[in-house]
Nanobody, 127 residues
Framework: QVQLVESGGGLVQAGGSMRLSCQAS????????MAWFRQAPGKEREFVAG????????AYAASVKGRFTVSREQVANTVTLQMHSLQQEDTAVYYC????????????????????WGQGTQVTVSS
């Protein structure tokens, strides 16, 4: 089992940058593929970016590719989402998820395999 705690959300102007972090409690952090999802009011939770257990496989939603960067630090048990050129459409609650069913170099964009979630952190992009 793993507990996840997100941090780093807040208010930012359009065009600005923000960094989100997710701290995992488990010493078995490398067992989990990690991903960021987001959910805006009235919308489904959607995949943003993910990183495989190995850290070598990265995946991004088309809407954020080239603007966001996901990474993991195995020793610190953290996964980070660096966001640049933020747009109002990026406004949402961002969730960190952990998938313990993935292969070493795979990451899923489907929320179903992610058994563990953080509480979420609000990101608001103003015009």
């Amino acid at each position: 089992q793993v507990q996840l705690v997100e941090s780093g959300g807040g208010l930012v102007q359009a065009g600005g940058s923000m960094r989100l972090s997710c701290q995992a409690s488990s010493h078995t952090f490398s067992w989990y593929a990690m991903a960021w999802f987001r959910q805006a009011p009235g919308k489904e939770r959607e995949f943003v970016a993910g990183v495989s257990r190995s850290g070598r496989k990265l995946a991004y939603a088309a809407s954020v590719k080239g603007r966001f960067t996901v990474s993991r630090e195995q020793v610190a048990n953290t996964v980070t989402l660096q966001m640049h050129s933020l747009q109002q459409e990026d406004t949402a609650v961002y969730y960190c998820g952990a998938d313990g069913s993935s292969r070493w170099d795979a990451v899923s964009g489907d929320p179903a395999p992610y058994a563990y979630w953080g509480q979420g952190t609000q990101v608001t992009v103003s015009s």
